[in-house]
T-cell receptor, first 115, second 109 residues
Framework: DVKVTQSSRYLVKRTGEKVFLECVQD?????MFWYRQDPGLGLRLIYF???????EKGDIPEGYSVSREKKERFSLILESASTNQTSMYLC??????????????FGAGTRLSVL | GQNIDQPTEMTATEGAIVQINCTYQ??????LFWYQQHAGEAPTFLSY??LDGLEEKGRFSSFLSRSKGYSYLLLKELQMKDSASYLC??????????WGAGTKLIIKP
């Protein structure tokens, strides 16, 4: 079974803090993704990575950065947390290739509250 | 622009059948995916369609019509544990998933 593990289920941070969200997958997947999920909206892609040290901006990268130093680990960084970054953050991974290989598998999510 | 529409909420009765519709307009199409998400949990993959027609997986089936930009997820013999949100997503020409907002399905006894 694919396992995607996010380091925290719940986080409470203060405005202006630097926040690190960690994600680890154990299936040797090439692709990794960070989304945020807000009520009434679909999942929105923040950043993704196709390989180690590679990163691509998604639809809403402003205020975020990422790091992928190892294949299995993809970190999301909020440089200076703001209240509008309060959200559920979901990490996902997939293989590379045809459609079937691009099925994304998700971690349990991190619910971040910025006060 | 890219748009995926699905109903916000649906209610059905235990043991019955329910159909959740999804319409889409995207730049390119490589497949349509359905995920299930229980409250507070991760989305889990249910099925995908690449070609027109029906794909059946036990109690769940998914249908696709590419010419109409339309899909549905059919759930049979509903159980209380099927109460969840169902997310429709289209894989675009860059192999990125574009997500609908999800349909919250409420099952009543």
């Amino acid at each position: 079974d694919v396992k995607v593990t996010q380091s925290s289920r719940y986080l409470v941070k203060r405005t202006g803090e630097k926040v690190f969200l960690e994600c680890v997958q154990d299936m040797d997947h090439e692709n990794m993704f960070w989304y945020r999920q807000d009520p009434g909206l679909g999942l929105r892609l923040i950043y993704f990575s196709y390989d180690v040290k590679m990163k691509e901006k998604g639809d809403i990268p402003e205020g975020y950065s990422v790091s992928r130093e190892k294949k299995e680990r993809f970190s999301l960084i909020l440089e200076s947390a703001s209240t509008n970054q309060t959200s559920m953050y979901l990490c996902a991974s997939s293989q590379r290739g045809d459609v079937a290989k691009n099925i994304q598998y998700f971690g349990a999510g991190t619910r971040l509250s910025v006060l | 622009g890219q748009n995926i529409d699905q109903p916000t909420e649906m209610t059905a009765t235990e043991g019955a059948i329910v159909q959740i519709n999804c319409t889409y307009q995207t730049s390119g199409f490589n497949g349509l995916f359905w995920y299930q998400q229980h409250a507070g949990e991760a989305p889990t993959f249910l099925s995908y369609n690449v070609l027109d027609g029906l794909e059946e997986k036990g109690r769940f089936s998914s249908f696709l019509s590419r010419s109409k930009g339309y899909s549905y997820l059919l759930l049979k013999e509903l159980q209380m544990k099927d109460s969840a949100s169902y997310l429709c997503a289209v894989m675009d020409s860059n192999y990125q998933l574009i997500w609908g907002a999800g349909t919250k399905l409420i099952i009543k006894p």
